[in-house]
């Protein structure tokens, strides 16, 4: 008897956690939704003077096979030598719905080039974002980002920086 009650009393007290969890998160990507909102507002401003570009073919030979003709077909537009917002520490790329921003050092677009297998490596997890995730959410920014920061926040419960998402 008293291991069929211990049971119950895990499962409720599992059930209430996870709920407590789901409601905390909730509230985390509310509450987080200007600041995403004013992330890709400033990595606009900061890159405006840049001239987005679309993919090579060098670069399209290897992005196709994983995601098709996305750079042409859906707009995806990169910024090489961005600048990104304080805040971003060594991150190489980052994608806000059809535009990947990329540091210096990651616009090497030739195959010849010694950097392009690791351009092309950032390239590939930002083309990820952009039609795995942001595409699944019709590139809308508040639905992705809802979606984005509440993963972000179930991600690791008392972890600040999780990685699993980024």
Same mark, same amino acid.
């Given at each position: ?29 509310? $509450? ?7 992330? /890709?507002?400033?990595? !606009?401003?900061? *890159?405006?003077?840049? &001239? ?49 921003? $990329? ?7 030739? /195959?010849?080039?010694? !950097?392009?297998? *690791?351009?092309?490596? &950032? ?44």
């Amino acid at each position: 008897m008293v291991h069929w009650v211990t049971k119950v009393v895990k499962k409720v007290v599992g059930a209430t956690e996870e709920i407590i969890t789901d409601s905390s998160c909730s509230l985390f990507a509310t $509450v987080g939704l200007p600041g995403y909102f004013a992330v /890709a507002t400033l990595l !606009g401003i900061e *890159n405006s003077f840049q &001239i987005p570009k679309s993919t090579t073919a060098d670069q399209d030979f290897f992005i196709f096979p994983l995601h098709g003709n996305i750079s042409h077909d859906n707009g995806i537009r990169i910024f090489y030598n961005a600048k990104l917002p304080p805040g971003f520490g060594d991150t190489s790329g980052v994608t806000i719905g059809r535009n990947i921003y $990329v540091r210096s050092g990651v616009n090497t677009t030739i /195959a010849s080039d010694a !950097g392009f297998p *690791n351009a092309t490596s &950032i390239l590939l997890h930002e083309f990820t974002h952009s039609t795995k995730q942001y595409q699944a959410h019709g590139y809308d920014l508040a639905s992705f980002a809802g979606q984005h920061l509440f993963n972000f926040c179930k991600v690791s419960p008392g972890d600040p920086y999780p990685r699993a998402l980024l």
